[in-house]
Structures are given as C-alpha cells and as structure tokens.
C-alpha cells in the first residue's frame, strides 16, 4: 500500500494525472448509474454517497475513513492540489506564507514535477510534518462574517454549528472562537495528515455534522445553497487546524494549485487576469469584496 494516498473529488471525469499518491475518486456515485474508468467510487463499502448533494467533497473523506487507510491520507479536488515545490517547502513553517495560490491551466505529469511531487522529496519533506494545510488567506473580515456574506451560504447554518461547538470539547470551542473571529482563512476544503489525525477529524466533523443535519432547515434553499455540510466543513476544517496547532501539532502551509483551465480557456485567462489585478490577500481584493458584499 502507498505510504501517501491522496484522494482526488471528481464529479466529473475530469483528467487527473498518474501519479502513485493521487487516487481519482468519483462522488456521488449512488446518485447516477454512470462510472467514470480509472476512479475508485464513493458508495463502495461504508458510504454516505447519496448525501453528496449536501456533503460534496465529503462523500469522498468519509469512504477514506470507512474504507482505506496509509499513512497519510488527504483530500484534493480535481482543479484544486496543494503544492509542494522547493519555494513552497522552504515557507511552509512560520508565518510568512507567501502567495495562497497559483493559477494554472490543467494538471499534467510535467506540472505536477515541477510542484514538487517526486515521491521520493515529498516524503523526505512530510516527514517533518504531521499535516498539510493550504496558505490561509487574509480576507480583512472574519470568518463569521465571510460566511454571513458569502454568496449561496445561510447565517443560521453556522450559529447552529456555533452552539453545538459551545457544547463540546473546550479545546476544541477555544479553537473555533480563535479561528471564527480571525480573518486569516483557510480555503479549499484540502489538506493532507498523518492517518491518526486523519481518523480523529473525521470522526469529529462527521459527528458534529450528523448532529447539525438533526437541527437544520434547508426548505427553499436553491441547489447551491443545499451543498451547505460542504461550505460548514471548510469552515470546520479550519477550526480543526487551529486546534492542532495548539496542541503542538507540526502543521505545514503550502500554496494551493488552482487548474482554472480544466473548465475552458476563458475560465483560464478570467482567473489569471483576476489574481493579477486583485491578488488574494491584498487590500485591493478585500476592499472589492467588501464593496461586492456591501459590508
């Protein structure tokens, strides 16, 4: 079994290059009667495949859990990796991340050598580590807020997962005020962890999230805004992170790798011309968003 297995979300048969840690997994699979070659499928074994609408990515943590297991376990998207080359590596510990992503136009066998995914200095670097996190990006609001404003997301879903922290681990509720009522966030729903850690979030998030879905009102929520156990546990994941740090866990930070070409050339360029002119992080891009958001 590969000491790293790293589970690549598709919902589509999007191309995801070979590579002896990357694990094309196709989501939703017991909502359709198609299957995509080459992918493993979330609703083989132990599975919550058919709540993939409202999971998303999930579907895919959850049948890692259930299901598999190596030494590090991690989860990417299909346009979005983490990224692992020398400059990345050399910033990964402190505080001076650097850029939280880069723009590219598909993932390729060539791309991803030049990201630093030679087996063989990837586990030399992770072995230092306990988990892998995307850069946080600075938003200049909270979280809270970010969530409350964020297009397709409702306020009540988070105070619901807020009071339900209240009731919990005070370790953990410590963590998610800290985290919440930041403004440094981590995004993507990626991250990458020693398989211990891997089994002890997952039982966390999939337990506060059962006990979240016995609570929530969803009637007259558009189809985007039903992904909502997604958009908490991208929040959620961040809360967890800042919990492990606390607790002496060696975290390391790297950029996100974002592939905006896997959905045409125009996606591409926007994206890239995007980044350039209101670069993530930057007061130019957080006051633009406070105006979109009129906050």
Same mark, same amino acid.
């Given at each position: 079994?590969?000491?790293?297995?790293?589970?690549?979300?598709?919902?589509?048969?999007?191309?995801?290059?070979?590579?002896?840690?990357?694990?094309?997994?196709?989501?939703?699979?017991? $909502?359709?009667?198609?299957?995509?070659?080459?992918?493993?499928?979330?609703?083989?074994?132990?599975?919550?495949?058919?709540?993939?609408?409202?999971?998303? *990515? +999930?579907?895919?943590?959850?049948?890692?859990?259930?299901?598999?297991?190596?030494?590090?376990?991690?989860?990417?998207?299909?346009?979005?990796?983490?990224?692992?080359?020398?400059?990345?590596?050399?910033?990964?510990?402190?505080?001076?991340?650097?850029?939280?992503?880069?723009?590219?136009? !598909?993932?390729?066998?060539?791309?991803?050598?030049?990201?630093?995914?030679?087996?063989?200095?990837?586990?030399?670097?992770?072995?230092?580590?306990?988990?892998?996190?995307?850069?946080?990006?600075?938003?200049?609001?909270?979280?809270?807020?970010?969530?409350?404003?964020?297009?397709?997301?409702?306020?009540?879903?988070?105070?619901?997962?807020?009071?339900?922290?209240?009731?919990?681990?005070?370790?953990?509720?410590?963590?998610?005020?800290?985290?919440?009522?930041?403004?440094? +966030?981590?995004?993507?729903?990626?991250? $990458?962890?020693?398989?211990?850690?891997?089994?002890?979030?997952?039982?966390?998030?999939?337990?506060? $999230?059962?006990?979240?879905?016995?609570?929530?009102?969803?009637?007259?929520?558009?189809?985007?805004?039903?992904?909502?156990?997604?958009?908490?546990?991208?929040?959620?994941?961040?809360?967890?992170?800042?919990?492990?740090?606390?607790?002496?866990?060696?975290?390391?930070?790297?950029?996100?790798?974002?592939?905006?070409?896997? *959905?045409?050339?125009?996606?591409?360029?926007?994206? !890239?011309? *995007?980044?350039?002119?209101?670069?993530?992080?930057?007061?130019?891009?957080?006051?633009?968003?406070?105006?979109?958001?009129?906050?």
């Amino acid at each position: 079994m590969p000491e790293i297995k790293i589970y690549v979300v598709c919902h589509k048969p999007f191309e995801v290059p070979r590579h002896p840690f990357l694990f094309p997994i196709q989501v939703g699979a017991a $909502l359709t009667e198609s299957r995509f070659p080459g992918m493993l499928y979330d609703d083989e074994g132990d599975s919550i495949s058919e709540k993939n609408r409202s999971y998303c *990515e +999930l579907t895919a943590q959850y049948w890692a859990w259930k299901n598999d297991a190596a030494n590090w376990q991690g989860i990417f998207h299909y346009r979005r990796y983490l990224s692992f080359d020398a400059r990345s590596r050399a910033r990964a510990v402190g505080e001076r991340f650097g850029r939280a992503y880069r723009v590219l136009d !598909r993932p390729s066998g060539e791309v991803l050598r030049r990201a630093g995914y030679e087996p063989r200095e990837l586990l030399r670097f992770l072995d230092h580590f306990d988990a892998v996190a995307p850069v946080p990006e600075e938003m200049g609001l909270s979280a809270v807020r970010q969530y409350e404003t964020a297009p397709h997301h409702h306020a009540a879903d988070l105070a619901i997962v807020r009071d339900l922290l209240r009731q919990g681990d005070p370790r953990l509720l410590r963590a998610a005020e800290t985290y919440l009522n930041g403004t440094s +966030l981590y995004f993507g729903n990626l991250f $990458l962890m020693r398989r211990p850690l891997f089994e002890a979030y997952s039982a966390w998030l999939f337990s506060l $999230l059962a006990r979240y879905d016995g609570q929530k009102d969803v009637s007259g929520y558009t189809p985007q805004a039903l992904r909502v156990d997604g958009y908490l546990a991208e929040r959620l994941l961040g809360v967890y992170l800042t919990y492990l740090k606390g607790e002496g866990a060696a975290v390391a930070h790297v950029p996100r790798l974002h592939f905006a070409g896997l *959905e045409g050339r125009w996606p591409y360029l926007k994206k !890239r011309a *995007e980044t350039v002119l209101l670069p993530p992080g930057s007061a130019r891009r957080n006051a633009a968003r406070r105006l979109l958001r009129k906050i």
